[in-house]
C-alpha cells in the first residue's frame, strides 16, 4: 500500500490497489481516487512449467538498466514438436548458446533473490528497484565473494525500506532471508553502508524510524478495530514527545499494549509479542514508562478519566 492524498479525508491516506478492476481505493473512506488503471506487470501468467506446453508470453521482460545488455538478452527456446531434425537443432543451438558466457549472471539471480523476498515482505516495486540499485552498487564497487549472498541481499531491502520511509523490522527482514540471522543481517548492512559511505564520500541518510511506521501493520496482525488503530497512531505520535528512552518498536508494542487493554477485545501480551517480534519483558518495561504519562496520550475520545485509573498497573 502507498500513501496518496484523499479529498474526503483532506489528508494523505493509505491506499488499495485492486488489481482485477484498476482501481485505487482510499483504506479509509473507500473512495475510489482513480479507475481503470493501465497495469502494467506481464501480458499474463507464465504457465510453461506447469505443462509440457510453450511458454505463451510473447513479450520478453521489461528493460533492466542495471544490466549489461539492459535485460533484452535473447533465449534460444526447444522446438514443440519432436523429430531428429528438430532434436539436432534443439541440441546444436542450446549448446551455442551456453558456450556464451552472461556477465550478468550472477547479477539475475541476486535481482530475482530480491523480488521474492519483497513479494513475501508485500513490499511495493520502488523498494524493490532501490534494493537492486544498492546491490548493484555494493557489487560493482567490490566483489562479495565469502560473503552470505542471502544476508547481502536482505540487508540491502533493509537500507532500501528505511530509505523509503517504509522500515521493517530486522526480525521481519530475517524471516524471508532463507536462514540467514539477525547478526549476519546486521553485519552486512554495515558493511554495505560502509561501502557506499566510501563511495559518495560523505555519511548515508538512512531516515529515522518512528513507533508510527509499525504501527497500523502491527494492529493488522492483531485484527484491531479502526477505533483502536486511530487511537493507537494518536497516542503515538503524542508519546514523541515525551522523553522515553526505549526503541520504537517497543514503544509501539507498548501503545498497542495499553490501548487494547481499555477495550473490550483485550489482547494478551504473548499475542501482541508474537505480531510485533518485541519480547514480553520488553513490552513490560515500555508499558512501565508510558504509563504514567497515560492521560496525556491517550485521547479523551477514547478513553475516560475513570477507565484510565481501572487501568492496570506495570
Known sequence: MTDTYCPECKRYTEVVLDHSAGDTVCSECGLVLEAHSIDEASEWRTFANESADNDPVRVGGPSNPLLADGGLSTLISKPSNGGPSNDFLSSSLGRWQNRGSNPDRSLIQAFKTIATMCDRLGLVATIKDLANEIYKKVEDQKPLRGRNQDAILA???YIACRQEDKPRTVKEICSVANGATKKEIGRAKEYIVKQLEV?????????????????????????????????????????????????????????????????????????????TGVAEGTIRNSYKDLYPYASRIIPSSYAKEEDLRNLCSP
Request: proline share 1%.
Open 155 to 157: 540487508a540491502c531491502i
Open 199 to 275: 563511495e559518495m564520500g560523505q555519511s548515508m541518510e538512512m531516515g529515522t524510524i518512528h513507533a508510527g511506521d509499525f504501527l497500523r501493520r502491527f494492529c493488522s496482525h492483531l485484527g484491531m478495530t479502526n477505533q483502536a488503530v486511530k487511537a493507537a497512531q494518536e497516542a503515538v505520535q503524542k508519546s514523541e514527545e515525551l522523553d522515553i528512552r526505549r526503541s520504537p518498536i517497543s514503544v509501539a508494542a507498548a501503545v498497542i499494549y495499553m490501548i487494547t487493554q481499555l477495550s473490550d477485545d483485550k489482547k494478551l501480551l504473548k499475542d501482541i509479542s508474537l505480531a
